[in-house]
């Protein structure tokens, strides 16, 4: 059922009048013309808040909203709380309604690699000196690279406001830092072909170990991918990437390099496909756990018991030997 035409400001500025010259409810309700519970709401609003949100609490709103977009964009709970500062009490409803009605909609920030001054410049460059490259360069590239897969990592995510098109704007981007955590560490490479070979990375991931993940695994995959003789390996400038003994593995097994710009992950194409991977095997550890048969689990309950007795006796004989 649709609202009832809201009382003008100055209407309702005459009932706190009329109220503070002490007047009662029925009195105010009888020489405006208004109901009695409309009389009272008003009032109870006005003790409360010290205003009453109508035309002007909307303009307020609606102003608060376009200056803090302006600044930087806020999670609804921000703008009530900061609306409130101001004496404007209004629902979050409200809030994405008017937000919506001024082009401005929600939506989870993209995520970007926080840039130095220096980093963004080399990246520049990288991309103005690579952009008219044919398109037969990049498909003889092998983009490779390392990551940890992270199988049941605790995903936060941030609801903001912003107007459509705008998701790469600086405002609307949580920066984030290399290595934020993860179960798996791979190293893998791929061309424009498909995908070549995947390497589990065991222990730590030096410039020995390294090199030998090169050697194992590009020269079979640069076959399988059928790459020409003039493909570019690329790599990131990762310490363990541009040591000494790496460049000098590098120049004696004659590995041509992609030049590449520090802290770029974003102009790797690998990083979609290890977005892809960790969903997939996120699905896939789903799936098997949801396969393991009720017996299995049965049989570890039962034999719960001697664990507790193993434990025991192995608690009690260092204590004894202590």
């Known amino acids: 059922m649709p609202r009832s035409k809201e009382i003008q400001e100055q209407m309702r500025t005459k009932v706190i ?55 930087r964009p806020q999670k609804t709970p921000e703008l009530r709380a900061s609306l409130a500062s101001i004496k404007v009490i209004v629902h979050d409803s409200t809030i994405r309604k008017r937000l919506g009605k001024n082009g401005l909609h929600g939506r989870f920030p993209k995520r970007k690699t926080l840039l130095s001054k220096k980093s963004i410049k080399a990246c520049l460059n990288f991309s103005k000196k690579h952009l008219n490259d044919c398109q037969d360069f990049w498909e003889n590239t092998l983009w490779t690279n390392e990551t940890k897969v992270e199988l049941f990592g605790r995903c936060v995510s941030r609801y903001i406001w912003r107007k459509s098109n705008t998701a790469f704007k600086k405002k609307n981007i949580i920066p984030t830092v290399k290595y934020g955590g993860g179960s798996v560490m791979v190293w893998g490479c791929f061309a424009a072909s498909g995908s070549g070979s995947l390497a589990v990375i065991d222990g730590t991931m030096n410039s020995t170990v390294y090199q ?44 041509n390099t992609l030049e590449w710009p520090s802290q770029s992950p974003n102009l790797n194409p690998i990083e979609m496909l290890w977005q892809d991977l960790a969903s997939e095997l996120q699905q896939f550890c789903k799936d098997e756990w949801a396969k393991i048969p009720p017996e299995r689990c049965k049989r570890l309950v039962t034999s719960y018991r001697k664990c507790l007795i193993a434990e025991g006796g192995q608690i009690v004989f260092h204590t004894t030997v202590c």
């Open 17 to 71: 009048e009329i109220y503070q010259s002490g007047k009662g409810y029925k009195a105010i309700s009888k020489a405006l013309g208004l109901q009695r519970t409309t009389v009272r709401d008003i009032i109870h609003k006005w003790q409360k808040h010290g205003t009453f949100p109508g035309v002007a609490g909307r303009q307020k709103l609606l102003q608060e909203c376009r200056d803090n977009s302006s600044e």
């Open 212 to 255: 030998k993940i090169l050697k194992v695994n590009v020269r079979p995959s640069v076959c399988q991918l059928k790459l020409k003789r003039s493909w570019v390996l690329q790599q990131d400038n990762d310490p363990k990437h541009t040591s000494k003994s790496t460049s000098e593995w590098l120049k004696k097994n004659k590995k």
